[in-house]
């Protein structure tokens, strides 16, 4: 069994920050890709960042230059590092990961963490 959990999202002004994360446990052999998408209310979910196993980045260039995406290897956790946020950055984040296991590769995903840019 492999579980993604999300964490760091809440209610943050415009103009501030929030550093979201993601850990994968259970019977991992490797993690090939993490991305990050994000759903708003009455929106399709939409990707916002990827990196790979040698940590090669890609951004959407709707949030490029504001939010950043790392990993670390050893304990199978991505994270977003989300600044000078926006109203329109509102969503649910949720984590993607290419995983492979004893059985099998698949894609899994997280439950989502709500971040909410308010004043």
């Known amino acids: 069994q492999v579980q993604l959990v999300e964490s760091g999202g809440g209610l943050v002004q415009p103009g501030g920050s929030l550093r979201l994360s993601c850990e994968a446990s259970?019977?991992?052999?490797?993690?090939?890709?993490m991305d990050w998408y994000r759903q708003a209310p009455g929106k399709q979910r939409e990707w916002v960042a990827r990196?790979?196993?040698?940590?090669?980045?890609d951004i959407a260039d709707s949030v490029k230059g504001r939010f950043t995406i790392s990993r670390d290897n050893a304990k199978n956790t991505v994270y977003l590092q989300l600044n000078s946020l926006k109203p329109e950055d509102t969503a649910v984040y949720y984590c993607?990961?290419?995983?492979?296991?004893?059985?099998?590769?698949?894609?899994?995903w997280g439950q989502g963490t709500q971040v909410t840019v308010s004043s």
């Open positions: 993607n990961a290419d995983i492979t296991t004893y059985t099998k590769r698949d894609s899994f």
């Open positions: 259970g019977t991992i052999l490797s993690i090939y890709i």
């Open positions: 990196i790979t196993s040698g940590g090669s980045t």
